[in-house]
């Protein structure tokens, strides 16, 4: 079965340094997705993207979130300026259109 | 507001017997909704997928139902195994002009699945 990849699987940084998660889609899908997950609490969205933009993204991706597809394999997510709440598992996932979604194994932030 | 509620928030049961998970909604305009399988530090896994005009979908052992009238969906495992302690969990996505697409997670139910 085809898999979403993610690194690193552990992240460990500074309140007030800047982070960058990284993907690797299923290679013929078109739509990407980050979400979070606070240890404890639900999964929550983020952003997706297709075509090269952002197509939806939540009240959580703020400036401080950015999204980008660097080359035609990666897809990232920078965090700027990191803060102790956004420790969490962040996801990134991929789909075709109104398909299912393939979630990666997550990267685990930890701010201190 | 969007709301997606599960119950019962955890389930214990053992191996062979069936059980149901339920999933109530407040979405709307409704597009689809997911059932997900998340393993205890993994990424959530796609069970099933139904949009507005199917009311049932069975992926192996797992069934799932949908009343769009009532916006409730249940999740029905048959002859559990204990692979299938986890975490389920119902994801509904609304359908915006435009094409909005904003899921709602619920919190999901543990499932525990005892020998």
């Known amino acids: 079965e085809p898999e979403v990849t993610q690194t690193p699987s552990h992240q460990v940084t500074q309140m007030g340094q800047e982070v960058i998660l990284r993907c690797v889609p299923i290679?013929?899908?078109?739509?990407f997705y980050w979400y979070r997950q606070i240890l404890g609490q639900k999964v929550e969205f983020l952003v997706s993207?297709?075509?090269?933009?952002?197509?939806?993204k939540s009240e959580i991706f703020d400036d401080q979130f950015s999204v980008e597809r660097p080359d035609g394999s990666n897809f990232t997510l920078k965090i700027r300026s990191t803060k102790l709440e956004d420790s969490a598992m962040y996801f990134c996932?991929?789909?075709?259109?109104?398909?299912?979604?393939?979630f990666g194994p997550g990267t685990r932030l930890t701010v201190t | 507001k969007n709301q997606v509620e599960q119950s019962p928030q955890s389930l214990i049961i053992l191996e062979g017997k069936n059980c149901t998970l339920q999933?109530?909604?407040?979405?709307?305009?409704?597009?689809?909704l997911r059932w997900y399988k998340q393993d205890t530090g993994r990424g959530p896994v796609s069970l099933t997928i139904?949009?507005?005009s199917e009311n049932t979908k069975s992926n192996g052992r797992y069934t799932a139902t949908l009343d769009a009238d009532t916006k409730q969906s249940s999740l029905h495992i048959t002859a559990s195994q204990l692979s299938d302690s986890a975490s389920y969990i119902c994801?509904?996505?609304?359908w915006g002009r435009g094409g909005s697409y904003i899921p709602t997670f619920g919190r999901g139910t543990s499932l525990i699945v005892h020998p």
């Open positions: 999933c109530n909604y407040t979405v709307s305009p409704f597009s689809n």
């Open positions: 139904m949009t507005f």
């Open positions: 290679s013929n899908h078109l739509y």
């Open positions: 996932a991929s789909s075709e259109y109104l398909a299912r979604e393939y």
């Open positions: 994801v509904v996505s609304p």
């Open positions: 993207f297709y075509n090269n933009e952002i197509s939806e």
